[in-house]
């Protein structure tokens, strides 16, 4: 036998899976799932995505129907996102108490109550008729108009039961303004998340064909950030934590991990990353055409993100992973 007298051999702790776990530097839990739901109106429904493999739409009956087995294998936080409500200029469904997410909310909550965390996502893309994230004058979204929904949208959900609302528009002093008409109308126990570090993605192609919240005319770069950006990523965030946000988001995740980490060293509030559709429908439809191994490759990506330091991770592999007992 060849002896080469080595003193280090790092092989020695990867021996067997005993060992490997013993030393393993990175945990995941159940714990830290979230897990996006779209809901419309109506009853009966559970529409495939087309865009999303495994992602359907649902109403809130075939929704609660949907959430059991999830509760049961240990995922109690969903992510509300409401679909196929009238649209208007002024976004005006976006806070109508009987829209679909309101909708959703009281049935939910009437259902399980507290055994499930239920956030919503406060945003006025899926209910104006131009499908920017604002009031939009001129070619020019109008911030503090913008910013005035977003308030009316929050409370109505936590009016409806919502745990937590999660503006995801990118106004400017909207987690303030959120948290100071929450705590005027009684909700200082509503917790915000906000989406503090959201780009101007592709990665979010997929979703705007399930929410049908694309925008009819130009992008949004004037309001979601640039990703050649990290100082100003930083910025960002710590302007939504001294606003009174309770947790901070990176969006997306795979792309912006440098993103995450630097957040994990710069605040105490937990972090969040939203692993969005575009990199879920990549690896979905990579697994269909046996690219690559499903199961592997969504471990390996959940573990890179707890590795970069996010606390919650938003996931739309969430259901798989919980029902195929991957964790
Ligand atoms: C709404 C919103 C978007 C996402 C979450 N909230 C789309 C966008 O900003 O265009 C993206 C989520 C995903 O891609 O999974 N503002
Ligand atoms: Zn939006």
């Known amino acids: 036998m060849t002896n080469l007298h080595l003193l280090h051999r790092p092989r020695r702790l990867r021996k067997n899976s005993i060992v490997r776990n013993m030393v393993a530097e990175t945990h995941l839990s159940k714990d830290m799932l979230m897990y996006p739901y779209f809901v419309m109106k109506g009853k009966g429904i559970q529409n495939p995505i087309a865009a999303m493999p495994g992602i359907d739409h649902f109403s809130p009956d075939t929704l609660v129907r949907d959430i059991e087995p999830l509760l049961k294998r240990g995922i109690n936080k969903i992510l509300l996102f409401g679909v196929g ?38 945003c006025v893309c899926a209910y104006t008729t131009h499908g920017h994230c604002g009031v939009l004058a001129h070619d020019h979204i109008l911030n503090d108009e913008s910013v005035v929904l977003l308030g009316k949208m929050a409370l109505t959900h936590a009016q409806a039961g919502a745990d937590m609302v999660a503006p995801s528009d ?48 130009g992008d949004r770069k004037g309001y979601q950030m640039d990703f050649r950006n990290p100082n100003e990523s930083m910025r960002e965030a710590m302007l939504d ?3 009174g946000a309770d947790v901070l988001m990176v969006k997306p995740a795979l792309a912006y991990l440098d993103i995450i980490h630097q957040l994990r060293q710069q605040t105490h509030l937990p972090v969040a990353c939203y692993n969005v559709s575009g990199e879920y429908s990549m690896l979905k439809l990579a697994a269909q055409h046996q690219l690559i191994n499903e199961q592997n490759l969504v471990m390996e990506n959940m573990y890179a993100f707890a590795r970069a330091g996010a606390n919650i991770i938003i996931t739309y592999h969430a259901k798989d992973i919980v029902l195929q007992e991957w964790l």
């Open 85 to 122: 409500d009238t649209k208007s200029d002024m976004a005006d469904s976006a806070y109508n108490d009987n829209s679909a997410v309101p909708t959703a909310l009281r049935l939910l909550k009437a259902t399980f109550g507290n055994d499930l965390y239920v956030a919503t996502d406060v």
């Open 170 to 217: 990118m106004m400017d002093g909207r987690v303030g303004h959120i948290r100071h008409v929450l705590d005027n109308a009684g909700y200082s126990e509503t917790a915000l998340m906000a989406y503090s570090i959201k780009y101007a993605s592709a990665y979010y192609g997929p979703f705007r064909e399930a929410a049908d919240s694309a925008p009819q005319k």
């Open 241 to 243: 934590e001294n606003e």
